[in-house]
């Protein structure tokens, strides 16, 4: 992938492996919910989406907001 990349073509790499992503990618665009998050070269696109993770861990489960789903099975713990 790294040898194709370089080769001077476009390639289009979807991945949550953030470790491949960063050893592979020069810019990453982050979509959430089909919606552009950030544009941007790869240290500032993980370095933002870890905080963001990071971030909503600290929020009660019970008590998030961005969750969807039927409802069938909910996680509050």
Do not use: F
Not at 33 to 57: Q, W
Not at 65 to 70: F, I, L, S
Request: aromatic share 6%; net charge positive.
């Amino acid at each position: 992938m790294s040898d194709v990349a370089h080769e001077g073509r476009t390639v289009l790499y979807v991945s949550h492996n953030l470790a491949s992503v960063q050893q592979l990618c020069r810019r990453v665009i982050w979509l959430s919910s089909g919606l552009l998050e950030m544009d941007a070269n790869t240290p500032v696109v993980i370095s933002s989406y870890l905080y963001r993770a990071d971030r909503l861990a600290d929020i009660d489960i019970a008590k998030r907001q961005d969750r969807t789903g039927k409802g069938d099975v909910r996680l509050i713990g």
